[in-house]
């Protein structure tokens, strides 16, 4: 193993760029001959790498501030991986569109900052709050719903400032974690038990307040499904939920989404899950998904099984990463890449979201050993 944490010396970049390159194609589906880098760093790195003190690594920074330690950061990652990593161009404060409201507001709730970061806070306590917030989601008016005073003029003023639209809808928080979060997780497991017609219910809601979201979206966007097709879902919460749970639950939402945004086989249908929800295969599998980033336990033979065809973007522990272990780094890489090579369509990533204290040098050391073991 000490041979092997040496890898990054010496390394090509150029050749791995190279290689990459082509490891993408298809979906990073390559015969058995290679694996792709799936690693996308963020702002969260940069604070850690540069020695940068904030008060919250998680919380948006002043356009300018960001826009300077983008440009620092991305001259250090030129020299240690051979690659500009983050956007350099920071969008000025006047171009960022309004607050535009979101799901979790359709149901009563509210997003609050706290310890370091964004939670959705409960909309209903029991049945019959809950049915009231069912009722309201289902009859709403969305657009007036989700767009605030001033819109137009913004908009307007927006896209004659800098050529710049609304982005349309096309990532949500997952139907099972948003639920939880509105209702309560045991709340939600009693429910689905207890009143599986109010959980129906609930689920048809939920899947009426994406797709109308979405469809304003696309209005305000000039977008429709078939211009820009494609949905994902981050749904770390589904691991709560037995698969009879689920089916009756969350798959139809997804179902319903997918059947109007992702109709053909090369549309992306994309689901993240950080946690170890396996049992759920089956059922994800009917949905053909064409990406999955699961927990660090649901590795890729076990997800194969029931998606022949979806990309696998994992399966480093995000911990490894941000703690810097060099020799965890390594074997799982290595697994991945044996993976990769026997089953396809692997793309070497974190299972979940890359944090703070991730350095590129362990980037590097990823990224060399993909290079040693990950091509055919």
């Not at 209702?183 to 129906?200: H, M, T, V």
Request: proline share 6%; aromatic share 10%; hydrophobic share 40%.
């Amino acid at each position: 193993m000490s041979d092997e944490l040496n890898l990054s010396v010496g390394f090509d970049l150029a050749k791995f760029w190279e290689d990459d390159g082509a490891a993408h194609e298809n979906n990073s589906f390559n015969d058995g001959t290679k694996v792709s880098l799936g690693i996308a760093m963020n702002d969260e790195c940069i604070y850690d790498e540069l020695g940068i003190k904030v008060e919250h690594p998680w919380a948006a920074q002043h356009p300018d501030d960001l826009r300077r330690w983008r440009r620092l950061y991305n001259d250090k990652a030129e020299k240690v991986i051979g690659r500009r990593l983050l956007p350099d161009d920071v969008p000025p404060a006047d171009s960022l569109f309004p607050y535009v409201r979101r799901i979790g507001e359709a149901f009563n709730g509210e997003y609050v900052w706290s310890d370091n970061s964004e939670w959705l806070v409960k909309g209903a306590n029991n049945y019959a709050e809950l049915e009231k917030v069912i009722a309201r989601a289902e009859t709403m008016d969305y657009r007036d719903f989700m767009l605030p005073p001033g819109w137009e003029g913004e908009k307007k003023r927006i896209y004659e400032a800098y050529g710049l639209k609304p982005p349309p809808l096309r990532h949500i928080r997952g139907p099972v974690t948003l639920a939880c979060s509105v209702f309560g997780s045991e709340e939600l497991i009693y429910l689905i038990c207890d009143e599986p017609d109010l959980a129906r219910r609930f689920s048809a809601a939920i899947a009426h307040a994406i797709l109308e979201m979405a469809r304003v979206s696309d209005e305000e966007a000039g977008e429709t499904p078939e211009s820009a097709p494609g949905f994902s879902f981050a749904d770390d919460n589904c691991c709560l939920l037995s698969p009879g749970m689920y089916e009756l639950f969350a798959y139809p939402i997804l179902k319903a989404v997918f059947d109007r945004y992702s109709p053909l086989p090369g549309h992306q249908r994309y689901q993240h899950s950080d946690s170890d929800m396996g049992h759920l295969l089956p059922a994800l599998g009917r949905l053909n998904l064409t990406g999955v980033n699961f927990g660090p336990n649901v590795l890729t033979p076990q997800i194969r099984e029931y998606l022949p065809r979806a990309r696998v973007d994992g399966c480093i522990a995000p911990f490894a990463f941000s703690r810097n272990d060099r020799a965890a780094l390594v074997s799982q890489t290595v697994r991945d890449c044996m993976d990769g090579l026997a089953y396809g369509g692997v793309n070497i990533a974190t299972a979940g979201s890359v944090n703070y204290g991730s350095s590129l040098e362990s980037l590097r050391l990823i990224m060399a050993t993909i290079q040693q073991y990950g091509r055919a």
